[in-house]
């Protein structure tokens, strides 16, 4: 296991967006969140990748208490996630949006950057190498210099991986990854989650695309009202009758 909740809990006033979830993501696996409008699914990857502190509960990294630690630590330990697509620089390149992630793991200062040190041209140097890379695992070599508002919704998606993958992470979280592309689109980008996986990576995703995650996911956790209701691989989660009544109304074809 790499990454685990325990009674991991959100409140906003009165109502809990996430519930006393205990939930254990295995290393190098495709890991899904399912649930319906509103279950907390948003609220969970902003608990985990340290956007959020917890009301209660913990979320636990490699054997490490993470719950207190911002954004920024959370995400040096090797926790990245995606955003939406609008989390983008439109009018940047493809590359320029990328060469950041690697930021990261850079220590030059504001004094490098002024003087244009030795080490602020080397790190530099280092971050253009992550981004070429990563651009090229993603397959979006040939956009590299494209602005992001002339690429398509699924290049989009792509550009929102490299970034995440430049921060090199151990675990990746992604935000819907295929909302608002087409099947045969989904169908690649699913190839691509995979290939991550290949690679080592362990994969966390929230997805409504029931077909998609059924064939993609090793685990699956499923949300309603904040609350764990059911967690399994995917046949058993199909077979699952909370779940059925809960959320897929009687079909996984959704
Ligand atoms: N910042 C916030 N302040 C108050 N309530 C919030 C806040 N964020 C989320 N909520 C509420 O918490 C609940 C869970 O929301 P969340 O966005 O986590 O669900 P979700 O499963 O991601 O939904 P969707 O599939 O629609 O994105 C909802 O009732 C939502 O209105």
Do not use: W
């Amino acid at each position: 296991m790499i990454l685990e909740t325990k009674q991991l809990t959100k409140q906003f006033g009165g109502l809990f967006a996430v519930k006393d979830v205990d939930f254990t993501i295995e290393k190098g696996k495709i890991n899904a969140i399912i649930g319906p409008n509103g279950a907390g699914k948003s609220t969970f990857f902003n608990l985990v990748s340290g956007l959020y502190r917890p009301t209660a509960g913990q979320v636990i990294f490699k054997g490490r208490d993470i719950s207190s630690l911002s954004a920024n630590k959370v995400a040096k330990l090797g926790v990245a996630r995606t955003f939406q697509t609008t989390n983008l620089f439109e009018q940047a390149s493809v590359f320029d949006n990328v060469v950041v992630g690697h930021r990261l793991r850079t220590k030059s200062t504001l004094f490098d950057s002024i003087f244009r040190t030795r080490r602020l041209k080397r790190e530099e140097e280092q971050c253009k190498e992550k981004a070429i890379q990563v651009l090229q695992f993603v397959g979006l070599n040939h956009a590299v210099d494209q602005r992001v508002a002339n690429i398509s919704q699924e290049e989009k998606k792509r550009v929102a991986f490299a970034l995440a993958l430049a921060t090199d992470p151990e675990i990746v979280f992604l935000d819907e990854p295929t909302a608002g592309i087409n099947p045969d689109e989904t169908a690649e980008l699913s190839e691509l989650i995979e290939k991550m996986a290949e690679k080592g990576l362990t994969i966390c995703l929230i997805e409504h695309k029931m077909q998609m995650i059924m064939n993609l996911a090793e685990q699956i956790m499923v949300l309603n009202y904040g609350e764990k209701i059911a967690q399994g691989p995917p046949d058993e989660i199909n077979r699952n009758e909370e779940v059925i009544k809960a959320y897929l109304g009687g079909s996984t074809s959704a």
